[in-house]
């Protein structure tokens, strides 16, 4: 399964101009006390000296067996998985510091359940209050069930969980592919909400210093799930590639204020979505990022530089009609928003592609910061680019405010931009690209609050109604972006393109971003730190 995985990624890949390089890695040499552990255990049982001398699993599920004693699972062993394991794993203990618990999948070893796969409560299910627990799948290791379908069950079935963690507390979860957990094809009609990948929760304690990295989801429905509590803080979700799912990174929190992040999303590749389509039934959304709280919940985000909520150097295909947005931060209905309207929120160096209901880089809520996002719609014919609006009936308190759009590239949709004027920072928008709408459209949009409709030859009628500058942006009948070739980078300006060397340079916010990243674009390289940027990731 692992070849055919791998295979299917680099093709599909290839067919978006996406590719996963970086996804999965070797892991590093066990250190410390290792322990060997099969299905059913091997030879003497000593779990000493390696998978011929396993323990069987029931020895590792059993609590009496972790603890500080020799012969435990205690701080510091490596619990080395050999085999096929087709049930549950449970942990019933952490690490400390330095030490962590280490569950290591060895070459070929998978946890595969058949039938209705890994249970709600996960394939592996860590112990309420978790600390330094890192699973990793050794770049080979698999959590899969390729018996559960629509085709055989024509339902949903009950939930299964490939990994819960309730209260983890510097945990990782690296080197792993996660899926199939179930197999969809267009046109089946089957919610996939509580087929999930990883679920992490504050029950049983905190959740900080979670990171989620090196893996591959897919065949599910919501990948990440990261429920917060008050002070949550460094959630990390890096390198991963997702595919054939509905929901890549779901952070969320049911409660008002708190002081959460930061939470990162960044170096994902996301595609392939279209095998949950089910077109008028509209069964499933499908977002690569959707962050949104508790009905009425008004979560907030640290105000902190560095320390709130982060999406960037990610690429994000969306397919198919069932589409809420690549990156969808809730809001406009006021009732499960992503953050208060005070929340520190930044969307760059993103490319953002596909179709959508809400624009590709969907923000309504915090203070958002949208600065150079490649933002390609599926066609000049359909649906909106970018939208900013927000809703305030029933007394509901405005959720978002001061947004600031900046060096982004906007092309290849029916409508760029559809904006209500109030939301924008003084001065929050300028060196945009505006590009590919077509002429007859309604390519502008300007609410104030009534909704007035430009042509793209009506961009200046358009910029006074928004009464912002929008200063030094470009118009131009095509952006010259490379649309298809993985090896030149989905997004990528060609030469002559006007997105090349027209950009603000945003040096002085590179700080307020996690290591500086707004000072590189999505292929790593620096940025200038004086004179122009290019507009977009790139």
């Known amino acids: 399964m692992r070849l055919l995985s791998l295979i299917a990624t680099l093709v599909v890949a290839a067919a978006v101009g996406v590719y996963a390089s970086g996804a999965l890695v070797s892991s590093r040499a066990p250190v410390g006390t290792q322990i060997y552990v099969s299905q059913s255990g091997a030879g003497a049982q000593t779990g000493r000296g390696g998978c011929s001398n396993a323990h069987p699993l029931a020895w590792l599920n059993s609590a009496s067996n972790w603890g500080a004693a020799r012969g435990q699972v205690a701080p510091g062993t490596t619990v080395d998985l ?4 087709t049930q549950p794993l449970e942990t019933h203990g952490g690490g400390a510091p330095r030490k962590p618990v280490t569950i290591l999948f060895t070459a070929g070893a998978k946890i595969a359940l058949a039938g209705e796969g890994c249970p709600g409560s996960g394939c ?7 600390e330094y627990v890192t699973i990793d799948g050794g770049g080979s290791g698999e959590i899969e069930n390729s018996e559960r379908s629509y085709a055989k069950y024509k339902e949903e079935g009950p939930p299964s969980t490939a990994i819960e963690a309730e209260g983890c507390h510097r945990c990782t979860i690296e080197n792993l592919d996660v899926g199939p957990l179930y197999l969809s094809e267009k046109g089946d009609v089957v919610g996939n909400t509580e087929i999930r990948g990883i679920k992490v929760r504050p029950e049983g304690g905190p959740v900080e210093y979670v990171s989620v990295e090196h893996d591959y989801f897919h065949d599910m429905g919501w990948a990440v799930n990261v429920e917060a509590e008050q002070t949550t803080n460094h959630i990390y979700v890096e390198h991963n590639v997702f595919y054939h799912l509905t ?7 049911s409660f008002n204020g708190g002081n959460i992040g930061p939470v990162v999303f960044a170096y994902n590749r996301f595609y392939g979505n279209i095998n949950w389509e089910d077109g008028e039934h509209d069964t499933n959304h499908v977002d690569g990022v959707h962050c949104f709280a508790g009905y009425g919940d008004y979560p907030h985000y640290n105000d902190e530089p560095g320390k709130g909520l982060y999406v960037y150097d990610n690429y994000i295909k969306t397919e198919g009609h ?6 969808f931060l809730e809001g406009s209905d006021n009732h499960t928003v992503c953050g208060d309207k005070t929340s520190n929120l930044w969307v760059f160096n993103n490319v953002l592609t596909g179709t959508s209901c809400c624009g590709l880089a969907a923000v309504f809520s915090g203070e958002p910061h949208i600065f150079n996002n490649t933002l390609i719609g599926a066609s000049s014919s359909e649906e909106g680019c970018s939208l900013f609006n927000s809703d305030t009936e029933e ?3 405005l959720a978002v405010q001061d947004v600031r759009f900046e060096n982004n590239v906007v092309t290849r949709c ?6 209500e004027k109030q939301l924008f920072a003084p001065h929050g928008m300028g060196h945009n690209l505006w590009a590919g709408a077509g002429s007859a459209n309604e390519a502008f949009v300007c609410r104030d609050p009534e909704r007035h409709e430009y042509l793209f030859s009506e961009y200046s009628q358009w910029r006074r109604c928004m009464e912002n500058d929008e200063r030094h942006s470009i118009i131009a009948r095509t952006a010259k972006l490379e649309l298809g070739s993985p090896l030149a980078g989905l997004g ?5 393109s006007p997105a090349l060397h027209h950009g603000a340079n945003l040096t002085s916010l590179c700080a307020q971003t996690p290591e500086e990243a707004l000072c590189k674009n999505i292929k790593g390289q620096a940025r200038p730190h004086a004179g122009a940027w290019n507009i977009g990731a790139y």
Request: glycine content about 16%.
């Open 82 to 85: 050999c085999g096929t394991f």
């Open 124 to 130: 592996i299910n860590l112990a309420d209050d978790s």
């Open 247 to 253: 929901h890549g990174f779901t952070p969320g929190g």
């Open 322 to 327: 069932n589409v809420t947005a690549p990156v």
């Open 395 to 397: 007394g509901r308190l």
């Open 414 to 419: 029916k409508t760029l931009i559809d904006a």
């Open 492 to 496: 990528e300006p060609r030469p002559g």
